[in-house]
Protein backbone atom coordinates (compact mmCIF):
# COMPACT_ATOMS: atom_id res chain seq x y z
CA UNK A 1 0.00 0.00 0.00
CA UNK A 2 1.83 3.14 -1.54
CA UNK A 3 1.59 6.27 1.33
CA UNK A 4 3.41 9.24 2.30
CA UNK A 5 3.59 10.80 6.07
CA UNK A 6 4.24 14.33 6.48
CA UNK A 7 4.16 15.63 10.32
CA UNK A 8 2.19 18.95 10.16
CA UNK A 9 2.21 20.47 13.70
CA UNK A 10 3.45 18.96 16.88
CA UNK A 11 1.68 20.40 19.40
CA UNK A 12 2.83 17.72 22.21
CA UNK A 13 -0.83 17.24 22.64
CA UNK A 14 -2.01 14.84 25.48
CA UNK A 15 -4.58 13.30 23.50
CA UNK A 16 -4.75 14.75 20.31
CA UNK A 17 -8.50 14.02 18.66
CA UNK A 18 -11.44 14.78 16.30
CA UNK A 19 -9.29 16.06 13.12
CA UNK A 20 -11.80 17.55 11.14
CA UNK A 21 -11.36 18.97 7.65
CA UNK A 22 -13.23 21.87 6.18
CA UNK A 23 -12.91 22.08 2.45
CA UNK A 24 -13.82 25.88 2.06
CA UNK A 25 -11.19 27.02 4.57
CA UNK A 26 -9.13 24.44 3.43
CA UNK A 27 -8.41 24.03 7.15
CA UNK A 28 -7.65 21.29 9.62
CA UNK A 29 -8.92 21.57 13.42
CA UNK A 30 -8.23 19.38 15.88
CA UNK A 31 -8.79 19.29 19.93
CA UNK A 32 -6.11 18.38 23.09
CA UNK A 33 -7.68 16.18 25.81
CA UNK A 34 -6.35 16.91 29.05
CA UNK A 35 -5.15 13.58 31.13
CA UNK A 36 -7.07 13.31 34.48
CA UNK A 37 -10.39 15.08 33.60
CA UNK A 38 -12.90 14.49 36.47
CA UNK A 39 -15.86 15.53 34.37
CA UNK A 40 -17.59 16.60 37.41
CA UNK A 41 -19.35 20.34 37.39
CA UNK A 42 -18.40 20.84 41.09
CA UNK A 43 -14.64 20.03 40.41
CA UNK A 44 -11.97 22.47 39.53
CA UNK A 45 -12.13 21.38 35.22
CA UNK A 46 -9.10 20.89 33.58
CA UNK A 47 -9.04 23.27 30.39
CA UNK A 48 -9.09 21.56 26.94
CA UNK A 49 -7.61 23.22 23.33
CA UNK A 50 -9.20 23.32 20.35
CA UNK A 51 -6.50 23.73 17.11
CA UNK A 52 -6.83 25.30 13.51
CA UNK A 53 -4.23 24.65 10.68
CA UNK A 54 -4.53 26.55 7.93
CA UNK A 55 -3.03 24.35 4.80
CA UNK A 56 -2.25 26.99 2.58
CA UNK A 57 -0.06 28.67 4.99
CA UNK A 58 1.00 25.89 7.29
CA UNK A 59 -0.09 28.46 9.92
CA UNK A 60 -2.16 27.29 13.23
CA UNK A 61 -3.76 28.87 15.93
CA UNK A 62 -5.27 28.02 18.99
CA UNK A 63 -8.62 29.03 18.67
CA UNK A 64 -9.96 27.82 22.02
CA UNK A 65 -8.97 27.06 25.72
CA UNK A 66 -11.73 26.48 28.06
CA UNK A 67 -13.20 23.85 30.18
CA UNK A 68 -12.36 20.57 28.28
CA UNK A 69 -13.83 18.81 25.12
CA UNK A 70 -14.73 15.46 24.28
CA UNK A 71 -14.99 16.20 20.69
CA UNK A 72 -17.03 18.37 18.27
CA UNK A 73 -18.52 18.39 14.60
CA UNK A 74 -19.06 22.09 12.58
CA UNK A 75 -22.83 23.10 12.39
CA UNK A 76 -24.40 23.95 9.02
CA UNK A 77 -23.24 27.81 9.26
CA UNK A 78 -19.82 27.23 10.40
CA UNK A 79 -20.57 27.74 14.21
CA UNK A 80 -18.30 24.74 15.98
CA UNK A 81 -20.89 22.52 18.14
CA UNK A 82 -18.59 21.51 21.17
CA UNK A 83 -19.46 18.08 23.19
CA UNK A 84 -17.57 19.49 26.79
CA UNK A 85 -17.67 18.34 30.69
CA UNK A 86 -20.72 18.67 31.52
CA UNK A 87 -22.81 20.22 28.10
CA UNK A 88 -23.08 20.91 24.68
CA UNK A 89 -22.25 24.46 23.20
CA UNK A 90 -21.65 26.83 20.08
CA UNK A 91 -18.33 28.08 19.24
CA UNK A 92 -19.01 30.91 17.23
CA UNK A 93 -16.07 32.00 14.41
CA UNK A 94 -15.90 35.41 16.71
CA UNK A 95 -14.90 32.94 19.18
CA UNK A 96 -18.09 33.58 21.17
CA UNK A 97 -18.58 30.64 23.41
CA UNK A 98 -22.59 29.87 24.22
CA UNK A 99 -23.84 26.90 26.24
CA UNK A 100 -26.76 25.37 24.31
CA UNK A 101 -28.15 21.67 25.84
CA UNK A 102 -26.70 20.51 29.62
CA UNK A 103 -25.33 16.87 29.98
CA UNK A 104 -25.36 14.60 33.17
CA UNK A 105 -24.96 11.16 33.25
CA UNK A 106 -24.25 9.26 36.30
CA UNK A 107 -22.30 6.57 34.46
CA UNK A 108 -20.55 8.50 32.17
CA UNK A 109 -17.36 10.67 32.94
CA UNK A 110 -17.71 12.66 29.83
CA UNK A 111 -18.62 12.58 26.04
CA UNK A 112 -15.75 11.14 23.46
CA UNK A 113 -16.03 10.62 19.65
CA UNK A 114 -19.21 12.35 17.62
CA UNK A 115 -20.12 12.49 14.33
CA UNK A 116 -22.74 14.27 12.88
CA UNK A 117 -25.52 12.29 10.15
CA UNK A 118 -26.84 13.59 6.75
CA UNK A 119 -29.99 14.72 8.74
CA UNK A 120 -27.86 17.24 10.93
CA UNK A 121 -28.45 14.79 14.21
CA UNK A 122 -25.08 13.66 16.54
CA UNK A 123 -24.05 10.42 17.70
CA UNK A 124 -22.36 11.25 21.12
CA UNK A 125 -20.49 8.62 22.72
CA UNK A 126 -18.93 8.51 26.04
CA UNK A 127 -16.49 7.45 28.33
CA UNK A 128 -18.06 5.53 31.52
CA UNK A 129 -17.37 5.22 34.95
CA UNK A 130 -16.70 1.61 34.52
CA UNK A 131 -16.21 -1.18 31.78
CA UNK A 132 -19.98 -1.11 31.09
CA UNK A 133 -21.70 2.19 31.79
CA UNK A 134 -20.66 4.26 28.69
CA UNK A 135 -22.70 4.09 25.79
CA UNK A 136 -23.89 6.19 22.95
CA UNK A 137 -26.18 9.24 22.58
CA UNK A 138 -28.27 10.43 19.58
CA UNK A 139 -28.53 14.19 19.49
CA UNK A 140 -31.91 15.34 17.53
CA UNK A 141 -31.91 18.72 16.09
CA UNK A 142 -34.08 20.13 18.36
CA UNK A 143 -31.65 19.20 21.18
CA UNK A 144 -33.26 16.29 22.77
CA UNK A 145 -30.78 13.35 23.41
CA UNK A 146 -31.57 9.93 23.57
CA UNK A 147 -29.40 7.09 25.00
CA UNK A 148 -29.22 4.15 22.46
CA UNK A 149 -27.10 1.69 24.37
CA UNK A 150 -24.42 0.96 26.82
CA UNK A 151 -22.11 -1.71 27.88
CA UNK A 152 -18.73 -0.67 26.99
CA UNK A 153 -16.05 1.41 28.78
CA UNK A 154 -15.23 3.82 25.98
CA UNK A 155 -17.38 4.66 22.87
CA UNK A 156 -15.15 5.81 20.28
CA UNK A 157 -14.96 6.13 16.46
CA UNK A 158 -18.15 6.41 14.21
CA UNK A 159 -18.68 6.34 10.00
CA UNK A 160 -21.54 5.60 7.92
CA UNK A 161 -21.24 3.72 4.35
CA UNK A 162 -20.97 4.96 1.46
CA UNK A 163 -24.75 4.87 0.50
CA UNK A 164 -25.53 5.54 3.39
CA UNK A 165 -27.40 2.70 4.61
CA UNK A 166 -24.41 1.31 7.22
CA UNK A 167 -23.34 2.55 10.34
CA UNK A 168 -20.23 1.60 12.33
CA UNK A 169 -19.42 1.96 15.78
CA UNK A 170 -16.44 1.50 17.95
CA UNK A 171 -16.25 -0.49 21.21
CA UNK A 172 -12.64 0.74 22.25
CA UNK A 173 -12.82 -1.14 25.55
CA UNK A 174 -13.04 -4.67 23.70
CA UNK A 175 -11.37 -4.25 20.86
CA UNK A 176 -14.49 -4.57 18.62
CA UNK A 177 -16.10 -2.51 15.49
CA UNK A 178 -19.92 -3.16 15.35
CA UNK A 179 -21.96 -2.41 12.24
CA UNK A 180 -25.57 -1.44 12.30
CA UNK A 181 -28.57 -0.85 9.76
CA UNK A 182 -29.00 3.17 9.63
CA UNK A 183 -32.03 4.33 8.63
CA UNK A 184 -31.48 8.13 7.76
CA UNK A 185 -34.98 9.75 8.21
CA UNK A 186 -35.75 8.09 11.90
CA UNK A 187 -31.65 8.13 12.48
CA UNK A 188 -32.60 4.27 14.13
CA UNK A 189 -29.75 1.85 14.13
CA UNK A 190 -30.99 -1.61 14.30
CA UNK A 191 -29.51 -5.20 13.20
CA UNK A 192 -26.39 -4.51 15.52
CA UNK A 193 -23.34 -6.98 14.26
CA UNK A 194 -19.72 -7.52 15.14
CA UNK A 195 -18.10 -6.88 12.00
CA UNK A 196 -14.54 -6.79 13.15
CA UNK A 197 -12.40 -7.81 16.20
CA UNK A 198 -8.73 -6.13 16.60
CA UNK A 199 -5.75 -9.01 17.17
CA UNK A 200 -3.77 -8.32 20.82
CA UNK A 201 -0.77 -7.27 18.80
CA UNK A 202 -2.79 -4.27 16.65
CA UNK A 203 -3.82 -2.41 19.51
CA UNK A 204 -6.99 -0.96 20.03
CA UNK A 205 -9.04 0.47 17.31
CA UNK A 206 -9.64 4.19 18.64
CA UNK A 207 -10.78 6.72 15.93
CA UNK A 208 -11.87 5.94 12.16
CA UNK A 209 -13.12 6.86 8.71
CA UNK A 210 -14.63 5.19 5.20
CA UNK A 211 -13.32 5.98 1.77
CA UNK A 212 -15.33 6.39 -1.31
CA UNK A 213 -15.05 2.59 -1.80
CA UNK A 214 -16.72 1.56 1.61
CA UNK A 215 -13.24 1.19 3.57
CA UNK A 216 -12.67 1.39 6.77
CA UNK A 217 -9.58 3.19 8.05
CA UNK A 218 -9.39 2.63 11.64
CA UNK A 219 -6.65 4.43 14.01
CA UNK A 220 -5.51 1.62 15.83
CA UNK A 221 -3.77 3.19 19.94
CA UNK A 222 -0.74 1.14 20.73
CA UNK A 223 0.34 -0.08 17.70
CA UNK A 224 1.15 2.77 15.87
CA UNK A 225 -0.69 1.56 12.67
CA UNK A 226 -3.80 2.83 10.15
CA UNK A 227 -5.65 -0.46 9.67
CA UNK A 228 -7.57 -0.39 6.22
CA UNK A 229 -10.38 -2.64 6.11
CA UNK A 230 -12.57 -3.80 3.52
CA UNK A 231 -16.60 -3.48 3.89
CA UNK A 232 -16.47 -7.02 4.55
CA UNK A 233 -14.44 -6.70 7.81
CA UNK A 234 -10.74 -7.83 6.65
CA UNK A 235 -7.15 -6.24 6.52
CA UNK A 236 -6.44 -5.33 3.10
CA UNK A 237 -3.79 -2.67 4.19
CA UNK A 238 -2.16 -1.11 6.80
CA UNK A 239 0.15 2.28 7.42
CA UNK A 240 2.99 2.22 10.13
CA UNK A 241 3.48 5.08 11.82
CA UNK A 242 6.36 6.79 13.52
CA UNK A 243 4.05 6.51 16.85
CA UNK A 244 2.12 4.17 18.99
CA UNK A 245 -0.77 6.48 20.45
CA UNK A 246 -2.55 6.62 17.32
CA UNK A 247 -6.11 8.01 18.17
CA UNK A 248 -8.13 9.10 14.85
CA UNK A 249 -8.13 10.14 11.29
CA UNK A 250 -10.45 12.02 8.48
CA UNK A 251 -9.91 12.49 5.01
CA UNK A 252 -9.48 15.92 3.75
CA UNK A 253 -7.16 18.06 1.31
CA UNK A 254 -8.07 19.60 -2.43
CA UNK A 255 -8.30 15.97 -3.68
CA UNK A 256 -10.16 14.45 -0.49
CA UNK A 257 -6.93 11.83 -0.53
CA UNK A 258 -5.40 12.93 2.90
CA UNK A 259 -5.78 11.25 5.94
CA UNK A 260 -5.37 13.73 8.66
CA UNK A 261 -4.03 11.94 12.10
CA UNK A 262 -4.20 12.81 15.08
CA UNK A 263 -1.69 11.29 17.79
CA UNK A 264 -1.11 11.38 22.07
CA UNK A 265 1.55 11.07 24.42
CA UNK A 266 3.60 8.06 25.32
CA UNK A 267 4.43 8.73 29.31
CA UNK A 268 7.74 9.78 29.74
CA UNK A 269 7.75 11.65 26.01
CA UNK A 270 8.42 15.24 27.77
CA UNK A 271 11.19 16.64 29.87
CA UNK A 272 10.21 18.04 33.92
CA UNK A 273 9.99 21.38 32.14
CA UNK A 274 6.69 20.17 29.63
CA UNK A 275 9.14 20.22 26.82
CA UNK A 276 9.34 18.11 23.86
CA UNK A 277 12.22 15.64 24.25
CA UNK A 278 12.15 14.93 20.20
CA UNK A 279 9.61 12.62 19.71
CA UNK A 280 6.74 13.03 17.55
CA UNK A 281 3.95 11.72 20.40
CA UNK A 282 1.31 14.51 20.42
CA UNK A 283 1.71 15.62 16.48
CA UNK A 284 -0.68 15.87 13.96
CA UNK A 285 0.50 14.13 10.52
CA UNK A 286 -0.76 14.09 7.11
CA UNK A 287 -0.84 10.48 5.22
CA UNK A 288 -1.44 10.32 1.22
CA UNK A 289 -2.90 7.02 0.98
CA UNK A 290 -4.36 5.60 -2.53
CA UNK A 291 -8.23 6.29 -1.57
CA UNK A 292 -9.87 9.20 -1.29
CA UNK A 293 -12.80 10.30 1.42
CA UNK A 294 -15.65 12.81 1.42
CA UNK A 295 -16.72 15.74 3.63
CA UNK A 296 -18.12 15.27 6.87
CA UNK A 297 -21.51 16.23 7.39
CA UNK A 298 -22.83 19.57 9.15
CA UNK A 299 -24.62 19.03 12.61
CA UNK A 300 -27.72 21.41 12.71
CA UNK A 301 -28.43 20.79 16.58
CA UNK A 302 -30.91 24.66 17.41
CA UNK A 303 -29.63 26.06 14.28
CA UNK A 304 -32.98 26.96 13.70
Known sequence: MTHT?????NEMCQTGENPY?????????????????LFRPDLDI??????????????????????AIGGFTRQENGDLLL?????????????????????????????????????GRVFAGTIGQNNQSSGLYRVERDGTMELLFRGTGVSNGMGFSPDLSQFYWTDYTNSRIFRFNYERESGELSNRELWYQAAPEN?????????????????HLGAGVLMCLSPEGREVGR????????TSCTFGGREMDTLFV???RQKGSSTPDGKSDGSQDGALF???????????????????
Do not use: C
Not at 206 to 218: N, P
Not at 286 to 303: K, Q, W
Open 203 to 219: GQPDGLTVDTQGRIWSA
Open 5 to 9: ITLLV
Open 286 to 304: AVRVEARGRAEFASRILSG
Open 262 to 264: TTG
Open 21 to 37: FVGEENAVYWIDIPPGT
Open 239 to 246: VSMPVRRL
Open 83 to 119: FRVHDIARLAPNGRVESLVPFHDQGAKRFNDVIADPQ
Open 46 to 67: PRGKLFRLDLESGRHTLIYHDV
